[in-house]
């Protein structure tokens, strides 16, 4: 128990967003962790200083990664995301052009609105 006087709700609650910040802390630092590892911009010295960093001062470290490469992760996260979709499409067989012609079909079967094929148009063609 993190607080003195026994057993109670408000202890028991304090005790329960404890853990729960810190398990939330272990999946940004796995996040983070992992964000740097996939980088290829950064050289090994920069990567090991920062695994020092993340070491020593763990929750400084975590913090100051994501103020400063917190845009960064998410542009690489989406990156990630369109190669995995091309990879998927490749594997299953499907193209960007067969995907169109079915988004066209379903336009003109009134299935969509017009707002909403452009919006699907546009996220295929990224």
Do not use: C
């Amino acid at each position: 128990m993190l607080f003195e006087g026994g057993f109670n709700f408000w202890n028991f609650l304090a005790d329960a967003i404890t853990i729960f910040l810190f398990i939330m802390w272990i999946w940004i630092l796995i996040n983070v962790i992992s964000d740097l590892f996939r980088r290829h911009d950064v050289s090994g010295w920069i990567k090991a200083i920062w695994i020092v960093a993340l070491i020593f001062v763990p929750y400084l470290g975590v913090l100051i990664y994501l103020i400063f490469q917190g845009r960064g992760m998410a542009v690489r996260r989406l990156e990630d995301v369109k190669h995995a979709r091309e990879d998927m499409r490749r594997f299953v067989g499907y193209s960007v052009a067969d995907e169109l012609l079915k988004l066209d079909q379903l336009k003109q079967s009134k299935t969509i609105t017009d707002e909403e094929y452009a919006r699907l148009r546009a996220r295929l063609v990224d």
